[in-house]
C-alpha cells in the first residue's frame, strides 16, 4: 500500500486537492432565438459569447451556441429572419425552454408589422405558448428608434399583459454600455 510509505499529511492533502471529484454540472435551458434579419440576433449572441464583433455574419439558416454563465448554460438556437427561412422556424421550437424575440426598434413601418406578425404568431404556437418570452427592442442608439412609450407600436399591450418589454441597444451593449429600460405591461 503506498498509503503507508507517506505521513497522514500527504494523503490530507493529496484528497483534499484531487479527490473532490468533478464540480457540480450546471443546469442547461434550450432556447430558441428568433427575429428578423437585421434585429441583432447574431451581435447579441456573439456578444454573449464573448466573440469579436467584427467576425458577425448573419445567420442564414440556423445557428447553435452555448452561452455560459456561472449558475447555468443557455444552449441557444439562433434562427435566421429571412422571409424564406422564417417559414422553417417551427421546425425548431421542439423542445426549447425560452424564446428571445429580437426586433429592430428602428426598422421601418412593414418590417415593423411584420416583426409584430411573428411574434404574434410565435405568442400563440402550441410550442411556445407557454413559454417565458424575451422581447428585445435593439438599435435604441438610433434617431429612429421606438420608445417604451411606442411599445404599443408591436401591439404588446394588448397581448402581454403579464409580459415585460425590455429595450436593449446593441450598440451600446457591443461597447459594454448596456442600455436597458424595462416597462412592465
Same mark, same amino acid.
Given at each position: 500500500h503506498l498509503k503507508e510509505h507517506f505521513p @497522514?499529511?500527504?494523503?490530507?492533502?493529496?484528497? &483534499?486537492?484531487?479527490c473532490k471529484g468533478p464540480p457540480p454540472a450546471r443546469p442547461e435551458y434550450d432556447l430558441v432565438c428568433i427575429g428578423l434579419t437585421g434585429s441583432g440576433k447574431t451581435s447579441l449572441l456573439s456578444k454573449l459569447c464573448s466573440? #469579436?464583433?467584427?467576425?458577425?455574419?448573419s445567420t442564414t439558416g440556423f445557428s447553435i451556441k452555448a452561452v455560459p454563465f456561472q449558475n447555468a448554460i443557455l444552449n441557444v438556437k439562433e434562427l435566421g429572419g429571412a422571409d424564406n427561412i422564417r417559414k422553417y422556424w417551427s421546425r425548431y421550437y421542439q423542445g426549447s425552454q425560452g424564446v428571445i424575440f429580437v426586433l429592430d426598434s428602428a426598422s421601418s413601418e412593414d418590417d415593423?408589422? &411584420? &416583426?409584430?406578425?411573428?411574434?404574434? #404568431?410565435?405568442?400563440?404556437? @402550441?410550442q411556445l405558448c407557454t413559454l417565458p418570452f424575451l422581447i428585445l427592442a435593439n438599435h435604441q442608439d438610433k434617431p429612429a428608434a421606438r420608445s417604451v412609450q411606442e411599445s404599443e407600436i408591436i401591439g404588446l399591450k394588448r397581448i402581454l399583459n403579464l409580459f415585460s418589454f425590455l429595450f436593449v441597444s446593441i450598440l451600446n451593449l457591443l461597447f459594454s454600455k448596456l442600455l436597458l429600460v424595462m416597462e412592465f405591461a
Open positions: @497522514p499529511f500527504f494523503w490530507q492533502c493529496f484528497r &483534499a486537492l484531487c466573440e #469579436s464583433p467584427e467576425n458577425v455574419v415593423l408589422e &411584420a &416583426a409584430r406578425n411573428e411574434l404574434h #404568431s410565435a405568442l400563440q404556437h @402550441p
